[in-house]
Structure formats: C-alpha cells, structure tokens
C-alpha cells in the first residue's frame, strides 16, 4: 500500500492571551496544541484522528491543510511537503471544517463555478461534476438560494460540495458529522464510503467512536497533542472495543499528570 500522508514530528504552540490564561486557569503564557506528532495513511483508506476537545486534532489537520504553520516538524500530502509547497499540497487535497464561513450572498452555484475557476477546473468537467453533486446532495433545488438563506444542514453540504470541485486525492474532514441532523450526517457518512471506494484517501478528526469504527480502516488516538496509540481497526474487537482502549489511555495520561 502506498503511503500518502506522513506526518513527521509536528510541533505547533499558541501564545496565550491574559483572558486565555484566566480561562484556561493557567499561568502559562503559551500552550502545546500539538508535540512531536508523526503518523501515516495510506491511499484508499480512511484514518480516524480520535481524541478529546482541545486534544490538537484541528490544529493538525489545519498544518496538513497548509492553513497555519507549524513550529517544526513537517507533513508530507502524496509526497508533498506542506512548508516547502504548500500551493502544490493545496491542489491535492479537500479541506472541510465547521467552521467554514460560505460568503452568505452567493448562491451554491456561483460559489461553486467560482472554486472551479480558482482550482483550474474547465466548464465541461465543473459541470458534470456540479450536476452530480448537487443532485446527490439534494441542492439542485436549491442552486439559485442565497447561502444566507439555506438550512445550518444545506449550508453544510454546499460546503461540502465546494471543498471537492477539484476532485482531490485526500479529502481532510474536522469533525465530518458536527451539528448535521441523522438524515444528513447519513448522506455525509455514505459519501466519505463512496470517496474511499473511489480510491480517495480520507483524514478525519472526531470524537465520536461508533464513526470511527462504523468507517476507518486506521486510527490514532491523540491526547494533549500527542499520538498515543495507533492500529489498524482490526485491533479493537470486543472485549477491547475502541471506547474501552481510549479511556484506559486517557485514564493513564491523566495519571501522568497528576504523578
């Protein structure tokens, strides 16, 4: 299997801000998102990033995306490397997160025609692509609707549908199923299978442990920034479920913090 994503000893810290500090109940001035992190994926499957809130796994995937920098470290998108090119990593790869903001004046079809000229993509090609994305996702009835005024769940598959007009490799999703409604999130789900069966390559990060074994084929536990454990599925058969492996390594983590 080929490997397309290596993620070598990623390094990443936040300056805190006095009100951070105050929050967080800290006097530290800058906080680790994410320490010594390397993993691996490999082309067809999907990898499962699990781990807590604040646990670094936006943070990752924001360096993979080539988003923000890291502070050392590097991560590798089909043999890619995100400092040295982040535009070439950024032609390979779908970025998805909740908390992307869709310009609420436009519709889903000019924001889509629009990220398909950015990305090269040539009208013929746009759509088809289009046409079966929108009807796939139930927005072609809603093509000609302003954002502003499209469902939190429509908003969320037009942003979906957006993040994949180049046809990307590896699809990188924060939190694929957040705040979506079942019929959604089911729809999303079937997709990310649909990806894989294609060939794709998808990176997810979730904390949610029936996803992870209902669709990864891979997955890495990640806690205060660092990876912890990672296997192949395969390894989390009943009596060691998932659920079961994650808190004995975070029970374990939190003792070595209060050692």
């Known amino acids: 299997m080929k490997v397309i994503l290596e993620?070598?000893?990623l390094k990443k810290t936040f300056k805190l801000s006095k009100k951070q500090q105050k929050i967080e109940k800290s006097k530290l001035k800058e906080r680790i998102a994410v320490n010594d992190l390397s993993f691996s994926a490999y082309e067809g499957q999907i990898y499962g990033l699990l781990g807590p809130n604040g646990a670094g796994k936006t943070t990752t995937l924001r360096i993979i995306?080539?988003?923000?920098?890291?502070?050392?470290g590097d991560a590798f998108v089909d043999g890619v490397s995100v400092s040295e090119q982040p535009e070439k990593v950024r032609s390979k790869i779908?970025?998805?997160?909740?908390?992307?903001?869709?310009?609420?004046?436009?519709t889903p079809?000019?924001?889509f025609n629009y990220f398909s000229n950015l990305h090269g993509v040539d009208e013929v090609t746009r759509n088809a692509r289009k046409l079966a994305m929108f009807v796939k996702f139930g927005i072609d009835e809603f093509s000609e609707v302003k954002v502003s005024d499209l469902s939190t769940g429509m908003k969320q598959k037009v942003s979906l549908v957006i993040s994949l007009v180049h046809d990307p490799k590896i699809i990188i999703f924060d939190?694929?199923?957040?705040?979506?409604?079942v019929i959604t999130a089911k729809t999303v789900i079937d997709f990310l299978l649909d990806l894989r069966a294609q060939?794709?390559?998808?990176i997810l990060s979730t904390h949610i442990f029936s996803l992870v074994e209902r669709i990864c084929d891979q997955v890495g536990i990640i806690i205060d920034g660092r990876m912890v454990f990672e296997a192949g599925m395969e390894e989390f058969k009943e009596p060691n479920s998932l659920e079961k492996r994650?808190?004995?390594?975070?029970?374990?983590?939190?003792?070595?913090?209060?050692?």
């Open 175 to 181: 939190e694929p199923t957040n705040g979506l409604d």
């Open 7 to 9: 993620v070598k000893r």
């Open 94 to 106: 779908g970025f998805l997160t909740s908390d992307l903001k869709l310009d609420e004046f436009f």
């Open 199 to 202: 060939g794709k390559t998808i």
């Open 109 to 111: 079809n000019y924001l």
């Open 246 to 259: 994650f808190f004995e390594l975070y029970e374990a983590s939190r003792g070595e913090h209060h050692g």
């Open 65 to 72: 995306s080539t988003l923000i920098k890291q502070d050392s």
